[in-house]
């Protein structure tokens, strides 16, 4: 497998992962596929060092991506970025998820983030478990803040101090 950027000839790739979780699944709270421009808008916003986006290709074929993505348009925020982290349905279970978070918590540390943040659907319990075996810490519970498929969720945030501090 060859884990490297992001580039706009993957945006099919991605958004194909990325938007069975929008038609089936909780792990994204959006409920609209994206357009072309908003495509485009998503990869334009994740070309710093702060903000990457990455592939992992098994053969060529992208099974899974990650970015790091502004958490907040306050100022103050910007040494704060979110995570995210998707994989293929029929590639979940065999180390893709683990590779692109450990990449993505260097390339956060190596772009002079503070502080990673993760907002986990409740039952998502293999991608909490993925967080907190990497090093993350639950920070507290966000209930009953999301609706999707008629469901009221809860939602886990955890945190991950790049810094070194508590």
Known sequence: MHLRP????????IFD????EVLNGVATFDTN??????????FDRHGSAAHPAIVLEDNGVVVGWAS????STKQAYDRTAEVSVYVHKDHRGKGVGR????????????????????RIAAEQVPSL?????LGFQHVGTMRRVGEKFGRVLDVEL???QLDGEG
């Not at 596929?33 to 998503?42: D, P």
């Not at 790091?68 to 958490?71: I, P, T, V």
């Not at 978070?101 to 956060?108: A, C, M, P, S």
């Open 68 to 71: 790091l993505s502004q958490f």
């Open 99 to 118: 590779r692109l978070l450990t990449e993505l918590i260097q390339q956060g540390r190596n772009g002079g983030l503070g502080v990673l943040l993760a």
């Open 158 to 160: 955890l945190d991950y």
């Open 129 to 133: 478990g993925l967080h907190l075996a």
């Open 17 to 20: 992962i990325y938007e069975d």
């Open 6 to 13: 992001a580039t706009a000839d993957d945006l099919d790739a």
């Open 33 to 42: 596929r994206f357009s072309t421009e908003e495509r485009r808008a998503w």
